[in-house]
């Protein structure tokens, strides 16, 4: 059974930061990913990471975290990591963990598992 699991969500002020993971179980995954969605707003792209045929990987951030935000991964521990720098409020989301099978994508529509979620508040 397939599962992910975020944590390091929190409470953090303006200029802060926070670390998330997702652990994902049950398999591995070419490319995972994180998306935010903030009440009475969709779900938006965040960043991803894919591996590459080569060995490495290529890292995809949108562009109002990009220089704040890193994506990263840890194969071993099947597990993606979000680092939050220069956190703002208007950051503050529930934080979804996102995998697939295949290449990297922004779109949401393309991800097949989805964790619970993880709350970041920013206070101002």
């Known amino acids: 059974q397939v599962q992910l699991v975020e944590s390091g969500g929190g409470l953090v002020q303006t200029g802060g930061s926070l670390r998330l993971s997702c652990a994902a179980s049950g398999r591995t995954f070419r490319s995972m990913g994180w998306f935010r969605q903030a009440p009475q707003k969709e779900r938006e792209f965040v960043a991803a990471i894919s591996l590459n045929w080569s060995g490495g990987v290529t890292t995809y951030c949108a562009d109002s975290v990009k220089g704040r935000f890193t994506i990263s991964r840890n194969n071993a521990k099947n597990t993606i990591y979000l680092q939050m720098n220069s956190l703002k409020p208007e950051d503050a989301a529930t934080y979804y963990c996102?995998?697939?099978?295949?290449?990297?994508?922004?779109?949401?529509?393309?991800?097949?598992?989805w964790g619970q979620g993880t709350q970041v508040t920013v206070s101002s």
């Open positions: 996102a995998a697939r099978a295949y290449g990297v994508s922004r779109s949401r529509a393309d991800y097949d598992y």
